[in-house]
């Protein structure tokens, strides 16, 4: 299981209706709305690198409202680390 975080800019006036779609989306396991940089912030959880490829390319970057996608994948700390 491959999980990251997509944040999100998200042009003015479209925030409802791109929360209404994301929140569709089998795939996001937390989102919150923030303020900043982005504007939403998905935690998800994908099998494989080619599934995150097509959530990103396929879905969440043709959402209407979307501007621009930021993804952070999350890796485990190396042992020496913990």
Avoid: H
Avoid at 4 to 17: C, E, Q
Avoid at 23 to 45: A, F, N, P, R
Avoid at 50 to 76: H, P, S
């Amino acid at each position: 299981m491959l999980e990251a975080y997509i944040l999100l800019r998200i042009k003015p006036g479209t925030d409802r209706s791109v929360l209404r779609s994301v929140q569709k989306l089998q795939q996001v396991s937390e989102m919150d709305t923030v303020y900043g940089e982005y504007d939403l912030l998905m935690k998800i959880q994908v099998e494989t690198m080619e599934a995150l490829d097509a959530l990103i390319f396929d879905t969440v970057r043709t959402i209407k409202g979307v501007e621009r996608t930021t993804t952070l994948i999350v890796i485990e700390p190396p042992n020496n680390a913990r």
